[in-house]
């Protein structure tokens, strides 16, 4: 089975106060291009998750998008002991200066207290990174992995369909190029006679070998027996390749460059309408052909 680039998957989870979404994405692309946003936080996060794409991916641009965050209210208010016994000491130090220079101070509230600078640490727990967390996104990731993987195989055996359906029309076309190079022979040759014989009436002495030469010459260059013999065997190369499997969108790709390459030399070799309007026939089933091609792995 091929598998197609083209893919998304999304997933989300949680632990403890911690949230996440996952998104990825993958289009086509000559090699295997991997862009990750993910939080600089996590530890051997990254090389987990290149480990796991490079492991399961052949060929694509795939973008990986990881968002994290905290619940901040889950632990509630924490109290920091030590820095509020800092803030009480200094409170006093304050009153007792205050009450040797004669000044009398209102009493500071609670809440005064409560707002003093590294007294409260509000969510602080929750701001730190779970120690279970790393190992809880990477196998998150291998869901998120699979389903993307999946994605790409059902584009792929619609891919299948597509490809296969274009190659048994170059089939049936290179069949209907033989037909028309055969019904042309008789043409071509009546063609030569004809030409022949108006340059025999101009020209008194006739090289009947140098003749023979030139007619011989001229029936190769029209000849296109190699051309749709090359399209026959492409044509078996390509289902072959679909049989097998596999990352083969390179070599469908390159395949599809001499498949082209022949039906322009029976355009140039056709010498007939009938065998033109095949050959450029030929020509478009080929280009169709290589455009679904650029999204195979």
């Known amino acids: 089975m091929i598998h197609s680039m083209t893919a998304f998957a999304s997933r989300t989870g949680t632990l403890n106060a911690s949230s996440w979404a996952w998104e990825m994405r993958g289009v086509n692309g000559r090699g295997l291009d991997l862009r990750l946003r993910l939080p600089e936080s996590v530890d051997g996060l990254e090389a987990a998750v290149r480990g796991a794409l490079a492991a399961r991916l052949a060929r694509g641009n795939v973008t990986v998008n990881l968002k994290l965050t905290h619940d901040e209210t889950a632990n509630g208010l924490q109290l920091d002991a030590d820095q509020l016994d800092r803030v009480l000491a200094a409170l006093d130090q304050v009153q007792d200066r205050a009450l040797g220079l004669g000044i009398t101070l209102g009493q500071p509230t609670a809440a005064d207290v409560l707002g003093q600078r590294g007294v409260v640490l509000q969510g602080q727990a929750a701001r730190e990174i779970d120690p279970e967390l790393p190992a809880a996104l990477i196998a998150d990731f291998e869901g998120l992995l699979d389903a993307f993987c999946d994605m790409r195989a059902a584009e792929g055996k619609a891919l299948h369909a597509v490809i296969t359906d274009q190659i048994n029309t ?25 030409a022949l014989r108006r340059i025999a009436q101009d020209v008194t002495e006739v090289d009947e070998g140098r003749i023979a030469q030139e007619l011989a010459l001229l029936a190769v260059k029209s000849d296109v027996t190699e051309e749709l013999d090359r399209l026959r065997a492409h044509v078996a190369a390509a289902r072959d390749l679909l049989s097998n499997g596999g990352p083969l969108g390179r070599k469908l790709d390159f ?16 010498g007939s309408t009938a065998l033109t309007a ?14 679904q091609i650029q999204n195979v792995e």
Do not use: Y
């Open 255 to 270: 395949l599809t460059q001499e498949f082209n390459r022949e039906a322009n030399t029976l355009c140039s070799k056709a």
């Open 170 to 194: 170059i089939s049936r076309l290179t069949d209907a190029a033989a037909s028309a190079a055969e019904a042309r022979r008789s043409e071509v040759s009546a063609n030569l006679t004809a």
């Open 278 to 291: 095949i050959g450029l026939d030929l020509k478009t089933a080929i280009d169709q052909m290589r455009e």
